[in-house]
C-alpha cells in the first residue's frame, strides 16, 4: 500500500499521471491513497481516495500541509516554466529553485523519523544542458555531459538535480531525476513556456485556428507524447536500486523533430488545410531558448531501465487527434 503526493497536481501531467496512478500501482504496490497539492487546490475527480491542498512551495511553512508524514512516494512536477522563469527571475527562483529546496528538507525530515526515506520524483528538463559546443549537430547528448544552461530555467533544474543527488547519497531521500523531453502534443491553451508552439502548431490547426511557429522550420527538439511522459514518470518511482546504479538522473527517452517535420507530420494526419493554418514568424528571443537545448539525448540507459519511446511523431499526433475526436 502507498500514499503518493503530487506537487503540481493541478497541472497537465499531474493531472494524467493521477489519472494513471488511479488506475495501477507502482513496483507491484498499490496506490491506495493520493495527495493532490497546486498552488490551487486541484478539484479533478479521481476514485483513489484522496485529499486536495493549496500550497507555494516557495513556503518553507507549508512544506508539512504538502507533503504529510506518512507519505510514501513524491512526485515533484511543480514548476515555473521557461520563459516565464527568463523574464521573472525572481518568481523562477522561487518556484524552480527555493521549491525544490523546501521539498527536499520535508523529505530529509520525514526519513529521520522512520526506517527508510520517501522516493523522490523530480522533473527535470533538456534545457539543463544548454548548447554543446564540441557535439556535431544532432549527435546526442551523453548523460555525462556538463550542464551549461542558457536559461535560468535550466540553471535551476540543474541545482535541483545536484541537490536531488546529495540528499541521495546522505540517505534523506531516494531520489530520481526525470529529464523530460519537450511533451507534445498537449491539449488546452498555450503556457508560458518557450516549447509551447512545439504543441501548439499541431492542437490548434486541428482546431481550426491559426497557430504562429516562432522558430524556424529547420529548428530541431526533443519531444514526447504525454502519454509516454507520464508513463515513464510512474516508471520512475518504482525503479530498484540496481536500476539507479548509474546515477539518480535520467535522460528520458524521446524524438529528435524538426519544426518544419512536425508541419509535415500534420499535414499527413489532418490534411494540407490544416497543415497551412501554421504561420512561420520567428521570434528572437524564444529562438535563442529553443536553440541552446539539445536536439537529440542519449537515452540508451534510460531505454534499459525499461524506460518507454514514443514510436514516431506522426503516432504522437494520431494519438492527440484520437482523443481530440473522442473529445468532440
Known amino acids: 500500500m502507498v500514499k503518493v503526493v503530487i506537487l503540481g497536481a493541478a497541472g497537465f501531467l499531474g493531472r494524467r499521471l493521477a489519472t494513471l496512478l488511479d488506475k495501477s500501482d507502482i513496483a507491484g504496490q498499490e496506490v491506495t491513497q493520493l495527495h493532490l497539492v497546486d498552488v490551487a487546490e486541484p478539484d479533478f475527480a479521481v476514485a483513489t481516495p484522496a485529499t486536495r491542498a493549496a500550497v507555494d512551495l516557495g513556503d518553507a511553512s507549508a512544506m508539512a500541509v504538502a507533503i504529510p508524514d506518512d ?103 531516494d531520489g530520481r531525476v526525470c529529464r523530460l523531453p519537450t511533451v507534445s502534443v498537449r491539449p488546452g491553451r498555450p503556457n508560458r513556456a518557450a516549447s509551447s508552439f512545439a504543441s501548439g502548431i499541431i492542437r490548434e490547426p486541428m482546431s481550426g485556428e491559426t497557430a504562429v511557429c516562432p522558430v524556424t522550420p529547420e529548428t530541431a527538439i526533443w519531444v514526447s507524447s504525454p ?64 536553440g541552446s537545448w539539445p536536439a537529440a539525448l542519449d537515452c540508451a540507459r534510460a531505454v534499459r531501465a525499461g524506460f518507454a519511446q514514443d514510436a514516431s511523431f506522426e503516432d504522437c499526433v494520431r494519438e492527440f487527434k484520437r482523443e481530440l475526436d473522442a473529445s468532440r
Not at 231 to 258: E, Q, Y
Not at 260 to 269: D, F, W, Y
Request: hydrophobic content about 50%.
Open 227 to 290: 502519454h509516454v511522459a507520464v508513463r515513464n514518470l510512474a516508471h520512475a518511482a518504482g525503479l530498484t536500486s540496481a536500476a539507479l546504479g548509474g546515477g539518480r538522473a535520467f535522460s528520458l527517452p524521446g524524438i529528435s523533430v524538426t519544426a518544419g517535420e512536425m508541419v509535415a507530420c500534420l499535414e499527413r494526419v489532418a490534411g494540407a488545410e490544416a497543415a497551412g493554418r501554421v504561420a512561420w514568424e520567428p521570434d528572437a528571443e524564444i529562438q535563442r531558448i529553443v
Open 71 to 173: 507519505a510514501d512516494v513524491v512526485f515533484h512536477l511543480a514548476a515555473v516554466v521557461s520563459s516565464q522563469a527568463e523574464e521573472d527571475f525572481d518568481l523562477g527562483m522561487r518556484a524552480n529553485l527555493l521549491g525544490v529546496m523546501h521539498v527536499l528538507e520535508r523529505c530529509r525530515t520525514l526519513a529521520a523519523a522512520r526506517s527508510a526515506p520517501p522516493v523522490l520524483v523530480f522533473t527535470s528538463s533538456v534545457a539543463i544542458y544548454g548548447a554543446v559546443a564540441d557535439l556535431a549537430p544532432g549527435q546526442p547528448v551523453p548523460e555525462s555531459q556538463a550542464p551549461v544552461p542558457a536559461s535560468s530555467y535550466g540553471a535551476q533544474k540543474a541545482i535541483g538535480e545536484l541537490l536531488v543527488h546529495d540528499y541521495s547519497r546522505k540517505g534523506f531521500v
